[in-house]
């Protein structure tokens, strides 16, 4: 089954969380693993990224995310990726590495015509 990551803003939406499990529910509907972006753990150790208790830095989550990203199919775009740094980084790495990247809504209009 073909999994996809989801990629947004985040930092700049206080909704993010709601953002981002209504889009993984809408991917799963249509038949989709979905990897969604808050539910990946920072590292364990503050030391590695220097947070400040369960304050990681945001380079610290992107590497994170990035390293799981890389293992899925796809990447799936909500509307708002391209106002978000590390979503227009997440996708600029998948296309170097050439993952798919799409909307989320042309991914579902994939699944249903086949």
Same mark, same amino acid.
């Given at each position: 089954m073909t999994e996809l990551y989801i990629t947004g803003a985040i930092a700049s939406d206080p909704n993010f969380v709601e953002k981002f499990a209504a889009a993984a529910r809408e991917l799963q509907?249509?038949?989709? +693993?979905? +990897?969604? @972006?808050v539910d990946i753990? @920072?590292?364990?150790?503050?030391?590695?990224?220097?947070?400040?208790g369960a304050l990681h830095t945001w380079e610290?989550?992107?590497?994170?995310?990035v390293a799981e990203m890389v293992h899925c199919d796809g990447v799936a775009q909500l509307d708002d990726w391209v106002q978000s740094p590390g979503a227009r980084a997440e996708c600029a790495i998948a296309a170097l590495l050439t993952i798919p990247v +799409? @909307?989320?809504?042309?991914?579902?209009?994939?699944?249903y015509e086949t």
């Open positions: 509907t249509a038949g989709y +693993l979905t +990897l969604n @972006p753990q @920072p590292c364990l150790s503050n030391s590695v990224c220097g947070g400040k610290c989550y992107m590497k994170h995310d +799409l @909307p989320i809504q042309v991914w579902i209009e994939r699944k």
